[in-house]
């Protein structure tokens, strides 16, 4: 028995110290962890311009073009992110910094259910959580950051992985998968996005009221995507009311396929599905420096 | 409870602790405590159908009995055929009643005559098709002189409903299981160890492989004829790895458990797909029930030692009454009227026999180009024949196979990078470790504790890496 229990006992030991070296890896070698290493212990900063969304925005915004223009920017977008991930990014940032002058807010609303998912991103619940308990086998670390795993092999075998940045919180690769795609039969027909139908709504709610009571300007943008994600619908505004005051948000389409036409490259500007490489976050950014010079009170 | 939940992996350690360390290796306790177990085990499901599970086993129990008492042949015969027909009985109504009055109903259609007919509202008690078999083994085998009745009620009961082969096999004989209860069960390091090695590559092979594999397979099953062929041959691969992967997960994960508890189970797989033809085939996979239907049907209905013709019906009967077992679908059945067909060339010309050695390339690391050659084909074959075995009706495998012969466009499976890594990453896996498990087999590796303790924390590591945790049920448990 002794034999039998040596093994068990060091086979669990084993799994429980690959764990603890996973999560000790991860924040040294990650984009999403060391970035989110680095905002979370931002004190006293005094960034002009906040970017947030989910991957697309992580790749798609180049920020170091944006501090060029509008001021110092950093982008807080992260992988698989929430919008409640990232109302608890911004109110975390709004305790401990100075209060910026723009909030960008970035939906890929056509090809994900970025907006309807309510999780917190595992990693933002890491760092912003303070503690680290297990209390559900969900939370053992190779588990809870599990997608992490493959995405650090893709740097093992694509240089174009490895050779990639973090520039202002923007995750900058020059790798080019052409978009391939065809567009859906019914793209002159706008079916519209269901905000007020989304579980993440609320947070898309929340943080604009968040931004109005602090005096910043918020611009909200879709995402382009894909050829067969793209559609033909114009700028949307959305209303909210609260007690006896109604709210009015707009909502920039940069996903209709007359834009996508005009601003993107299918052959050159994409890294892979619907996420634009460094060249078409250049393009992405200075269409969006251009909208923000035209408005530069933006949305109070 | 399910294998693949976490009730199972708070369940297994409690029944480990108690049944080594508290029973104090007190045989009748042990039992006693299986049994409990086991009964949970069942009654965690569906506590309803823990009655009919008690009902077949006190059934068995007393026919078995009375069968041994008596010495009027005429009385023999009633008691037997009693539990065979009640056994079957019960089979039939939960699984086969439905199919039946359905297919009545729409044969008579078929002449302008229509019928509204009663079926049954009722979800298949899961593994009746597995402990109604252990039960028939043990009548049988009564009725034939072959083995004494059990007379310790809780002895035989564990026969029937342990918990590791309960629900999904392998499906025991009473010749070997029952001895095994009836003996004193000495822990051994060696034999648990492996038993621990043997669970979690029954769990990588369930929840990374045949769970991910699914993931494709019912994306395209839903809907073949929105698929071009080559990703329906993708699905029809991949669901070859699942229903091995999944099937041999579980008895895997049923042995091995078995093993850390002192108990040896019978062999279910023994690398089917490394088959040159399709009679080694079935001498490798689901071993347990082929060797049933050959031990209880084909031979006694002649088996090959009547004429060609009678030789021939008998191979079509246990191939179908196999398919048939599978499930009430006209598809199962042909599934296995299909592996009769592949299977009656190499029995005509008397080649069935050949391959019948344990492994397939021993004493070298790898088969021949002409084994490999005959590996692939037979593969193929099976490929083939699973697209009815997964169909939901016989005119969607239809629809499968049509879009894949005459290469029609449509539909690609879109895989992102990071699913193709993954893919890369299990599959170089399970081969690798598949290779060792065959080279262990076959004297070519000694399995020393560093190796065994390597192969399952990688394992490990991989399972919480890429499995699939949304509670999918085993695919046997349906039959």
Redesign the interface.
Known sequence: ????LN??V??LL??IV?NFLYLFILPRIDWDFSKTKEAHSFKNQKLKVLVFGNSTAMDGVNTEMLSDKLGPAYNFSLGGASLKTNYIQLKNYLQQNEVPEKVLLFLSSAHTNYVSANDVNPIVNYYYGNTFHIKK?DD?P??KF??L???N??KL?SSKHRSAEVIKGQLNIKSIVPDQSFYKKNIDTCLGYNYSGSTGYEYLWKMAMLCKEKNIAVEIFEMPCWKEAQNNCADTTIENTVGNSTYHLLIRNFNNYRICNTLLDPQRDWL??NHLNHYGSIKLTAALQQKLLNSPLGQK | VLFNSTVFLIFFPIVFILYWFVTNGNLKWQNILLLVASYFFYAFWDWRFLFLLIFSTLLDYFTGLKMEQCDDEKKRRFWFWLSVIINLGFLGIFKYYNFFVGSFAEGLSQFGMNVNVWTLKVILPVGISFYTFHGLSYVIDIYKGRIKAERNFVDYSLFVSYFPLLVAGPIERATHLLPQLKVQRKFEAEHAIKGVELMIWGFFKKVVIADSMSLIVNKVYEDPSAFGAGSLVIAAVAFSFQIYCDFSGYSDIAIGASKILGIDLLQNFNGPYLSRSIAEFWRRWHISLSSWFRDYLYIPLGGSKVSLLLSIRNVFIIFLVSGFWHGANWTFIIWGGIHAVLFIPSFIIGSNRKYKEDIVHRNKFFPSIIDLFQIAVTFSFVTLAWIFFRAETVSQAGTFLWRIATNMPGKKLGFENADIIGYIIVFVTFFAISGYWLYRKNHLLQPTRTKQFAVSFFLLILITLFGQFSKQSFIYFQF
């Not at chain 1, 028995?1 to 039998?4: D, G, Q, Y």
């Open positions: 028995m002794t034999k039998f093994f068990f060091l086979l084993a799994f690959a086998l053992i190779l588990f599990r997608w795993f493959v995405e092999v893709k075998l892979s599905k």
